[in-house]
């Protein structure tokens, strides 16, 4: 199967425990509640070099330039191993290192399906972390990978979002 569902329209935000952007505990989060312009998904695990390395730096800049602008932006633990190290806890200790003040979730995989990963996983096709997602106002996926360039996606859309 190819990673990544680029034209497709955006699966829900299903299976996944969230919390605000204030770090308190919230219900289900839907994509609609992110907003009805671009939405950008970040897929992380916390023991992930490169999700710290890459991934939540890339994401800081986008939350920074574009969270005010229209953009809708959520981080997702998308737990596929380790398990015991990519807990729940661990949303509100990024959310503080990286001043993130955006919903986080956290995704664990059904221990009984043979594949082992997270549903939002499987609906995104995300070949693992770290891996983001933009999501156009009509719903539809236009990126879908490993590697953002944030100040070109930055150009990109701070004309549009607004």
């Known amino acids: ?36 312009g671009f939405n950008i998904l970040y897929f992380f695990q916390d023991w992930c070099a490169g999700c710290h390395a890459q991934g939540f730096p890339t994401f800081v800049v986008l939350a920074e330039d574009l969270r005010d602008k229209g953009v809708g ?5 998308t737990v596929f191993e380790g398990s015991d190290v990519n807990t729940f806890d661990r949303l509100r200790e990024n959310q503080r290192r990286y001043g993130l003040r955006v919903p986080f979730g956290h995704a664990v995989a059904d221990p009984a399906s043979a594949d082992a990963v997270p549903a939002i ?8 972390t770290p891996w983001f997602v ?17 100040k070109s996606l930055i150009q990109t859309l701070r004309p549009l979002a607004a």
């Open 121 to 128: 996983m499987e609906a995104y096709r995300s070949g693992g």
């Open 73 to 77: 932006l959520a981080a997702i633990q």
């Open 1 to 36: 199967m190819e990673p990544g569902i680029v034209g497709l329209p955006a699966p829900p935000l299903e299976n996944v425990r969230w919390i605000n952007e204030d770090g308190d505990e919230r219900g289900p989060l839907t994509l609609a509640e992110l907003g009805t």
């Open 134 to 150: 933009v999501i156009a106002p009509d719903g539809r996926v236009v990126y879908d990978g490993f590697r953002l360039d944030a």
